[in-house]
């Protein structure tokens, strides 16, 4: 099974996700920068306004 960088990131993120989820934060992987945030609002797609535009 041969995964691209993009898919690997993507497995840990979720894997991180499942693991350090709780009640009030939530990790996201911003789809512009590719870092992973942690974020209190799940509406939140970006890690910061920047990264929004
Ligand atoms: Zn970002």
Redesign the pocket.
């Known amino acids: 099974m041969v995964w691209d960088f993009y898919s690997l990131l993507l497995a840990i993120y979720m894997m991180f996700s499942f693991m350090l989820v709780d009640e009030t934060a939530t990790l996201k992987l ?1 789809p ?2 590719y ?1 992973a ?1 942690f974020t209190e609002n799940e509406d939140d797609v ?3 306004e ?2 929004e535009m």
Request: glycine share 0%; proline share 0%.
């Open positions: 911003c512009n920068c870092k945030f970006y890690c910061s920047n990264c």
